[in-house]
């Protein structure tokens, strides 16, 4: 028998019609690309959102068509991407951190028919434009007066664009499982793989990360994402704040300790998200001009496991509640929140850092499992660890265009790549990416918390771990790090550090130092260009 109730369709532009009704004169606060601070309400947000709506019509592009955006977190982005999906087009989010090979690759694969960009990335369009035959226009989000010279073909001032349209226009009525986003994730290997997300399940990952134990926002506070709209959605909270009518503060280009202390300040910013990068810089400029911050009450900080370092100083020297979270642009992105249990309000504060550096607990909407090789569950020991498999309404079941063939297994979870344990009360902690964990004598051993440890050496900048085949036990670890300018530590020097602080088993077979430590185009380190860098090594026997 079926429910009596109503269908409903759980549509995006449903968010910002909401926010329209109930929550209009809310503001939204933008550093702007071209330098000023710009305010409005989500009611001028949502007017301009349908101008720009029905000039993407005017311009020929219609339902499942792909338009691309490679721009900041702004009020205008916010537009746009609320005017591509309100077509039932594909909002297409291309980071402009990634190489010019790897974005022409993706906007031919997508498929990209109008890029919308700001100022600052007007030279990579340039740099992509006669590789990308496909894309028709680019759309400068800017005014006539800001318009730059430039050399490409077709470039149309965005306020013009709005100023020639008006806002009389419906929104397009797809069905909930249209697509409506396209991500592609940055990938260490093989080529960058496209995430389709659905109306559906945009919403419904709105509403997860909208969870009180999440982000739980409310009317009454201000939200600033500084993670960026272009790199995993933003975390949702261009849909989670416009569904709560938080105030929204846009950082635009300026990811600076003091841009971001600014705004935090003067926008009376309650809660902000980013990965730890970003909040170092700030708290350095906190420190440096014994600064506070009077209004902040939480912080989101995910994308890479949180430093130890970075949750007290928050905390104990400003009051700020700091969450860990985990998750991938696979999960829409969230997937783990750190959140305290009521058995944790009885431990000691040390033990409580323990779980807070965990990358935390699924809410509702993720079911998440560790599993062997073979498939099977491992126990919720906080010691057993196995690969990490997820599934949930807002986790892929396949990437754009089929590629990378079927991605989930027999029950439907998909295998995140992440290796980790997960604890008796439910908390999730990443020790590894399955291709990096070093397996000695059967046994793994976690490249990261064997890094964590070894960066503990005030003599290093950084160091990472890969695995070196050994004749005996498969793979033995190799410690490879950069010292600190003027230091002088030597193999030894590590090795009797690393003493009593890891299993004598995972001491790691040799150390060397080098010079730099190659990165990805989103900071992660390249253990890929490390292990071709260290093929054939010698470890001593
Ligand atoms: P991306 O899809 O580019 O956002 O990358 C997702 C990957 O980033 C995950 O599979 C993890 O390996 C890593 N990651 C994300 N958040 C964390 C975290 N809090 N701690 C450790 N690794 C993380």
């Known amino acids: 028998m079926s429910g009596l109730m109503q269908d409903w369709p759980l549509l995006v532009p449903s968010i910002l019609e909401h926010a329209r009704i109930n929550h209009g004169e809310q503001e939204v606060v933008t550093r702007t690309v071209e330098g000023p601070i710009h305010r409005y309400t989500y009611a001028e947000l949502y007017g301009r959102a349908k101008r720009c709506a029905k000039a993407l019509s005017k311009l020929?592009?219609?339902?499942?068509?792909?338009?691309?955006?490679?721009?900041?977190?702004?009020?205008?982005?916010?537009?746009?991407?609320?005017?591509?999906?309100?077509?039932?087009?594909?909002?297409?989010?291309?980071?402009?951190?990634?190489?010019?090979?790897?974005?022409?690759?993706?906007?031919?694969?997508?498929?990209?028919?109008?890029?919308?960009?700001?100022?600052?990335?007007?030279?990579?369009?340039?740099?992509?434009?006669?590789?990308?035959?496909?894309?028709?226009?680019?759309?400068?989000?800017?005014?006539?007066?800001?318009?730059?010279?430039?050399?490409?073909?077709n470039a149309i001032c965005y306020e013009d664009l709005l100023a020639d349209s008006d806002e009389d226009f419906e929104w397009t009525q797809v069905e909930e499982n249209a697509a409506c986003g396209l991500c592609y994730t940055s990938g260490t290997t093989g080529n960058p793989k496209g995430v389709l997300y659905s109306h559906r399940s945009n919403?419904?990952?709105?509403?997860?990360?909208?969870?009180?134990?999440?982000?739980?926002?409310?009317?009454?506070?201000?939200?600033?994402?500084?993670?960026p709209m272009f790199h995993a959605n933003a975390w949702a909270i261009a849909f989670a704040a416009p569904m709560t009518g938080t105030k929204l503060v846009m950082p635009g280009s300026e990811m600076d300790g003091k841009s971001i202390h600014e705004l935090l300040d003067r926008e009376q910013v309650t809660f902000t998200a980013a990965v730890p990068t970003v909040w170092l810089m700030l708290l350095q400029h906190l420190e440096e001009n014994d600064l506070s911050l009077p209004h902040l009450e939480r912080v989101m900080i995910g994308g890479s496991a949180v430093p130890e370092t970075i949750v007290a100083r928050f905390e104990d020297n400003y009051g700020v509640t700091v969450t860990h979270g985990w998750g991938m642009t696979e999960m829409?992105?969230?997937?783990?929140?750190?959140?305290?249990?009521?058995?944790?309000?009885?431990?000691?504060?040390?033990?409580?850092m323990k779980f807070k550096l965990k990358q935390g607990r699924a809410p509702y909407m993720v079911e998440m499992k560790i599993v062997d090789d073979d498939g099977k569950e491992l126990p919720r020991d906080?010691?057993?660890?196995?690969?990490?498999?997820?599934?949930?309404?807002?986790?892929?079941?396949?990437?754009?265009?089929?590629?990378?063939?079927?991605?989930?297994?027999?029950?439907?979870?998909?295998?995140?790549?992440?290796?980790?344990?997960i604890d008796e009360h439910g908390f999730m902690q990443i020790t590894d990416r399955a291709k990096d964990v070093i397996k000695s004598g059967g046994e793994w051993i976690s490249s990261i918390e064997l890094e964590n440890v070894a960066v503990g050496h005030p003599d290093l900048a950084e160091a990472a771990v890969i695995g070196i085949?050994?004749?005996?036990?498969?793979?033995?670890?190799?410690?490879?790090?950069?010292?600190?300018?003027?230091?002088?530590?030597?193999?030894?020097?590590?090795?009797?550090?690393?003493q009593g602080k890891i299993a004598k088993w995972w001491m790691p077979d040799d150390v060397v130092f080098v010079d730099e430590i190659p990165h990805t185009a989103t900071g992660k380190i390249q253990k890929r260009t490390l292990r071709e860098q260290f093929d054939g090594y010698k470890l001593p026997s």
């Open 60 to 153: 020929g592009v219609g339902e499942g068509d792909v338009v691309a955006t490679l721009a900041w977190n702004t009020h205008r982005h916010m537009e746009a991407w609320y005017g591509i999906m309100g077509i039932g087009a594909v909002c297409h989010t291309l980071n402009p951190r990634l190489f010019t090979e790897q974005i022409v690759y993706i906007a031919n694969h997508a498929e990209d028919q109008y890029v919308f960009t700001d100022l600052t990335f007007v030279p990579i369009c340039e740099a992509i434009e006669s590789q990308c035959p496909g894309i028709k226009g680019f759309v400068i989000m800017t005014d006539r007066e800001h318009m730059p010279e430039t050399r490409l073909d």
């Open 203 to 227: 919403v419904l990952h709105a509403l997860t990360v909208n969870q009180a134990d999440a982000f739980g926002l409310k009317a009454s506070e201000a939200v600033m994402p500084v993670v």
């Open 332 to 352: 829409s992105p969230l997937g783990t929140f750190s959140a305290m249990k009521p058995a944790m309000s009885d431990m000691s504060k040390d033990d409580r």
């Open 382 to 421: 906080g010691e057993s660890f196995g690969h990490l498999v997820v599934r949930g309404p807002a986790i892929a079941k396949g990437y754009y265009k089929g590629e990378g063939g079927e991605i989930l297994d027999g029950d439907g979870f998909f295998d995140t790549g992440d290796v980790a344990h």
């Open 469 to 498: 085949p050994h004749p005996k036990w498969d793979e033995r670890p190799l410690l490879i790090c950069v010292k600190n300018e003027g230091t002088s530590i030597d193999r030894d020097g590590v090795l009797e550090f690393l």
